[in-house]
């Protein structure tokens, strides 16, 4: 995972015991990922999102949520993601299996139709910034599942038990939340560039499309709803901005290794770039297009990556069905 949590040591304040953290009840009522749930948190526990460089896309809120929360120098972080995962009956049998030797799983089935997942890790890397102390697993009553976990700074280590303590009550106040993932066939209409332009897709069953932004660029995302424990992976990214970057390098290709491939995109037939490694397995397409009749010297990069080719096909699909339109 990312340097995502950038716990900062503070000096300076007053002490907290093991007995006062313990003993704290949360009463602070926050939502996570744009209201897909919400829990109470101890006072003075703020949302706080991570720092992005200037390289890169603000975090998104629906995507995920971090919560801070001081005890003097002692610091607890709360980040919660969405999964973009789908699960059924069995996903706390799952992670048994596949975390029965790092974390104890306790599964909780709610009366109202969520399901949680505890898991508490059996040894701690207290070398760490961010010591993961927990990870809760939400399934809603849609099958669909997110992830929060805790974490503690090194100053907090020894007290980890009081902070598991309180990490347990801020677990066992989870709301459900208002809004619920739409992962219909449909046709989605996103706004892009300061809202006077827009971006329209068909999405088959299944996919999600959120978009990021930074001061002078913004990408669409498209994900697949996918099962928990499906090890597959897929990505479609559609970049707007004036500085791209090739996605194929990210994936160890040379440019010398691109095939040619053809494709449609915006009524037209085009050529991309095809990277092929079937050992791995990883396949890339992409190209930049230029865009200057919605902005000067604007560029479109689409770059498309999976494991498998059919999966490319699918998001090729995809990206035949994108139009940008005025508001």
């Keep these: 995972m990312k340097q995502l949590l950038f716990l900062l040591l503070l000096s300076g304040f007053p002490a907290y015991s093991q007995d006062n953290i313990a003993g704290i009840k949360p009463g602070q009522k926050l939502a996570v990922l744009n209201d897909r749930a919400s829990f109470l948190f ?17 975090p998104n809120a629906e995507r995920e949520t971090r919560i801070i929360t001081d005890f003097g120098n002692k610091r607890l972080v709360f980040f919660a993601e969405e999964l973009y995962a789908r699960a059924g009956d069995n996903l706390a049998a799952g ?11 306790t599964e909780n089935k709610r009366p109202d139709g969520l399901v949680t997942v505890l898991c508490r890790p ?6 760490q910034n961010a010591i993961l102390i927990y990870s ?27 902070f598991q303590q309180l990490s347990e009550r801020v677990f066992n106040s989870l709301e459900k939340g208002k809004r619920k993932l739409n992962t219909t066939a449909r046709k989605e209409n996103i706004a892009i560039l300061g809202g006077q332009k827009k971006c329209t897709v068909q999405l088959p069953e299944g996919y999600i499309v959120s978009r990021d932004a930074q001061y002078d660029f ?13 090890t597959g992976w897929q990505s479609l990214t559609v970049y707007l901005g004036h500085h791209p ?8 290709f040379s440019e010398n290794q691109q095939e040619k491939a053809a494709g449609p995109f915006l009524g037209k037939d085009r050529n991309w770039m095809l990277f092929k490694n079937e050992q791995e397995p990883v396949f890339v397409k992409e190209q930049q ?19 498998q080719v059919k999966t490319i096909e699918e998001l090729s699909g995809i990206v035949a069905t994108i139009k940008f339109a005025d508001q």
Aim: hydrophobic share 50%; net charge neutral; no cysteine.
């Design 289 to 307: 297009f230029p865009a200057d009749d919605l902005e000067k010297q604007l560029v479109i990069h689409i770059g498309i990556a999976a494991d």
């Design 245 to 252: 970057s090739a996605f194929f390098p990210n994936y160890s």
């Design 218 to 230: 913004e990408v669409l995302r498209f994900r697949k709803i996918r099962d928990y424990f499906d």
């Design 122 to 127: 059996l040894a701690y890397d207290s070398t």
């Design 95 to 105: 992670l048994r299996a596949n975390l029965a030797k790092k974390y104890t799983v």
């Design 42 to 58: 101890p006072a003075g526990a703020t949302n706080t999102a991570r720092q992005a460089d200037i390289m890169s896309a603000a």
């Design 136 to 162: 809760l697993i939400v399934k809603t009553p849609d099958n669909l599942v997110f992830r929060m976990n805790a974490y503690i700074n090194p100053m907090a280590f020894a007290d980890r038990a009081a």
